[in-house]
């Protein structure tokens, strides 16, 4: 959203002003603990509970542990097991729903241990695993653990499971609820060494999550929460973003330098374009006023530019983080004193009966604005000033509606077959997803051929086995699987790498122009992929050189990530004696095995000029961000849809009619009502 880059206007929102009103409950708070760090350890509220809890935890075959914000449990808690003398008996996992948490708490716990990352403490995250014989402490995503126990379903490598962050209830994690539940009970029925599951949050409703692990006692810690002032809007605010950045600076001029601001936005493109504002007002301001410093936080930076949160602003300049709800976690950001709520979160919503998976913005739910808040005040009081009215606050859901409920379920469903499950639509789902979802996902399946019904008995077949090897979406899998008939697996597998990492390309708005003729030399007219595929060949060629990248505004860090990914998709596909061979600059070929493999995801012109997606007939659009925006083919295969304004289809490849229905003739003869094809 442009703005102005004007200095903000001279509006006061202090208690009681006309902008904001102040709410007088307050927590309480403790000292500062010591920089030594163990003095640290010592000085954390979960300490004095140490021995009392690791006997309570050694004696429990499952717990659920509610920690307060800053109590410490987190990092410690798999610590105290470990010097319990659990881990004689096998590995401790704590799993986290993100990854830059699991990699920032492996670090941080071998920091501790004064370990080598990777030795005694090490992390394994997607494409990525930082372990070794000797790991003993293992933080991990949720999803490489369900990775696991496809091969192990028992997890016997595991002496206890640590399920943190729980109430985040991510598909991965709501799966592996169950996954761990089953492990546990089988475990014991075959008389195997005993799993210990230990489930842990901050906030969740702890009767569903005791009662679902078999009545699991709940064992509660104090916390080190400081006080904090919560303030709220008097009048609903139309335009969060301009809010937030009244707040921002607001706040930049009356309170000290040392106190960092944490802000609450929705996704990329809007922390994109509130950042490059903030950065234009801060120019404009008397000197009088500190430097300000500007960082953002959201999924698709690489690892090396979400980890520069934690880095202390220089002296005298304050540090304004703008982050989506990637920063509601455990992880702890020092020098955060105020937090600024927008109140909203992006989320991924699915309709079974269209069969339209869409990302919107809504509002979040009151679990998630008290975990927002609580980010002020982990080392000291601090002040929250949330972008709605009470009442709005009060308006809100009480907790989040957990992703198994609201996404596609074609990949759960997929993971659960591999896992041996013989009955997935009666699966031990803590929160049950509708039957209209199991059956559209068991339907696409079908339709990509990796399972089959006879009667009312569905079966993984010998594709869908193959296709449940590779750590990604059903389709991705199946159009590997598909590249060698079409002599052009070297190509697929790094456009598929490309599409499991996060943005390769850097796109600075304030050089838009200098980036667009760039990227003119790689422009295929034969779509996004091709053109993607073009842009890592010439990285490949100059062998990363970073000096390149900059030239070209390529994130030098994904890129080579997609080299490690591709070099793990490789090896799958070597175990299941698939022959990798290059087409060379037959781009054809790769066209035609996308649309083999990603039909589902096709979209028609119409006489109108707009797209019609073929699978649920809902009118779509062309992203500008694509290569084909100006272009107007007949039928594009595409990844996924966005929904703003319009509905977006982003990552497009122009395909051929015949390559549609030669992929799935009966499905093409039911779908294309109006078509020609």
């Known amino acids: 959203m442009p703005y102005d880059p004007a200095p903000p206007p001279a509006k006061r929102f202090k208690p009681g002003s006309a902008f904001f009103r102040r709410d007088n409950k307050t927590e309480p708070g403790m000292l500062h603990a010591s920089a030594l760090l163990e003095l640290q350890r010592k000085q954390l509220p979960i300490f004095q509970a140490k021995a009392q809890l690791s006997a309570r935890l050694r004696q429990l075959n499952s717990a659920v542990l509610i920690g307060e914000t800053g109590s410490g449990k987190t990092t410690q808690v798999p610590q105290y097991l470990y010097e319990a003398g659990i881990a004689k008996q096998g590995v401790i996992a704590i799993t986290q729903p993100r990854r830059v948490a699991a990699i920032s708490l492996a670090s941080r716990v071998a ?43 028992l997890l016997l490598r595991y002496a206890v499971v640590v399920l943190d962050e729980a109430h985040e209830r991510t598909m991965h994690t709501d799966v592996l609820f169950g ?5 546990q009970r089988r475990r014991g029925e075959l008389n195997k060494l005993p799993l210990k599951i230990i489930v842990m949050s901050a906030t969740m409703d702890v009767d569903l999550f005791a009662e679902y692990f078999n009545n699991a006692p709940v064992l509660y810690l104090e916390g080190r929460q400081h006080p904090i002032q919560i303030y709220y809007t008097k009048q609903p605010q139309p335009d969060y973003l301009q809010a937030a950045l009244v707040s921002i600076f607001q706040i930049h001029q009356e309170a000290p330098p040392s106190h960092d601001i944490l802000v609450f936005m929705t996704g990329q493109e809007e922390i994109e374009a509130l950042a490059r504002t903030c950065r234009d007002i801060a120019k404009h301001l008397p000197e009088s006023c500190s430097p300000m410093v500007v960082i953002t936080l959201y999924a698709s930076l690489p690892p090396a530019q979400q980890l520069r949160v934690f880095q202390p602003a220089p002296k005298g300049c304050r540090k304004v983080i703008l982050s989506t709800n990637i920063a509601e976690t455990s992880v702890t950001i020092s020098g955060i004193k105020y937090v600024i709520d927008s109140g909203m979160v992006k989320a991924k919503h699915f309709n079974p009966g269209s069969g339209l998976e869409v ?62 499950i013989p009955d997935v639509m009666n699966f031990d789902f803590m929160s049950k997803p ?10 696409q399946l079908e339709l990509l051929g990796a399972v089959e019904r006879k009667e009312e008995q569905v079966s993984l077949t010998a594709l869908g086995k193959k296709m449940a090897s590779f750590p990604l979406e059903p389709r991705y899998a199946k159009t590997i699987l598909l590249s060698p008939d079409f002599s052009c697996s070297e190509e697929v597998l790094s456009i598929v790498s490309i599409l499991s990492v996060d943005t390769v390309l850097y796109n600075p708005p304030a050089r838009r122009e200098e980036v667009l003729a760039v ?6 007219s034969e779509g996004d992929h091709v053109t993607l595929l073009g842009i890592y060949r010439a990285f490949k060629k100059v062998s990363g050189n970073k000096e390149w990248c900059r030239e070209n505004f390529v994130n030098s860090r994904n890129m080579a990530l997609v080299k490690e990914v591709q070099a793990q998709l490789r090896e799958i596909c070597l175990k299941l004696n698939l022959k990798l061979e290059s087409c060379g600059a037959d781009m054809g070929k790769v066209r035609r095995c996308l649309a083999h493999g990603m039909f589902v995801n096709a979209a028609e012109l119409q006489p109108d000029g707009s797209y019609v997606a073929l699978d649920s007939h809902q009118t779509v659009a062309i992203h500008p961000s694509s290569v084909l925006f100006q272009a107007k083919p007949a039928y594009v295969v595409f990844n996924e849809l966005l929904s703003t304004s319009r509905c977006y289809m982003r990552e497009l490849s122009l395909v051929d009619a015949d390559w549609l229905l030669e992929a799935a003739p009966q499905y093409f003869s039911r779908k294309l009502r109006h078509s020609k094809i």
């Open 111 to 153: 920091e501790e241990r004064r370990m080598q990352l990777g030795k005694l403490v090490g992390y394994t995250v997607r494409f990525e695993d930082v372990t070794s014989p000797e790991t003993k402490l293992k933080f991990m995503t949720d999803g490489m653990l369900l990775r696991e126990a496809i091969g192990d379903p």
């Open 434 to 443: 509708s039957s209209e979802s199991i059956r559209s996902a068991v339907v």
């Open 359 to 420: 990302l919107a913005v809504q509002r979040v739910s009151k679990a998630q604005a008290w975990q927002r808040t609580g980010r002020a005040g982990r080392e000291n009081s601090g002040f929250c000033y949330r972008l709605y009215t009470e009442s709005e606050f009060d308006d809100l859901a009480p907790m989040t509606v957990p992703e198994i409920l609201r996404c596609n379920l074609a990949s759960v469903i997929l993971q659960l077959m591999a896992l041996g």
């Open 519 to 524: 990227r003119r030399k790689f422009t295929s």
């Open 179 to 183: 996954v761990v539940k089953t492990a």
